[in-house]
């Protein structure tokens, strides 16, 4: 069984940084891709960034040159650095990993993050 276990989440003033972390473990897994995703009330889950096990990352417009991610493979942890907060970041931030070899999609649990003006 993969369990991902997220934290950083919080209430920061428009502006801030925050940075998330999620860790994966289980029997003989071997990740693929990772992912940040957020859905704020009211609206559908979005992408906001993703990095392959190479190291290729990508990124949704609305974050781009605020969010960084990055990974540590040898932790199976994947982080989301947060600059330049916006109240329109305000959401619950969920992580997501890919299994090597099944390709299913493993969820954290989610944290939220609220930016106040």
């Known amino acids: 069984q993969v369990q991902l276990v997220e934290s950083g989440g919080g209430l920061v003033q428009a502006g801030g940084s925050l940075r998330l972390s999620c860790a994966a473990s289980?029997?003989?897994?071997?990740?693929?891709?990772m992912g940040w995703y957020r859905q704020a009330p009211g609206k559908q889950r979005e992408l906001v960034a993703d990095?392959?096990?190479?190291?290729?990352?990508n990124y949704v417009d609305s974050v781009k040159g605020r969010f960084t991610i990055s990974r540590d493979n040898a932790k199976n942890t994947v982080y989301l650095q947060m600059n330049s907060l916006k109240p329109e970041d305000t959401a619950v931030y969920y992580c997501?990993?890919?299994?090597?070899?099944?390709?299913?999609?493993?969820w954290g649990q989610g944290t939220q993050v609220t930016v106040s003006s």
């Open positions: 997501k990993v890919r299994a090597f070899l099944s390709n299913n999609d493993y």
């Open positions: 289980g029997s003989f897994l071997v990740i693929t891709t």
């Open positions: 990095i392959t096990s190479g190291g290729i990352t």
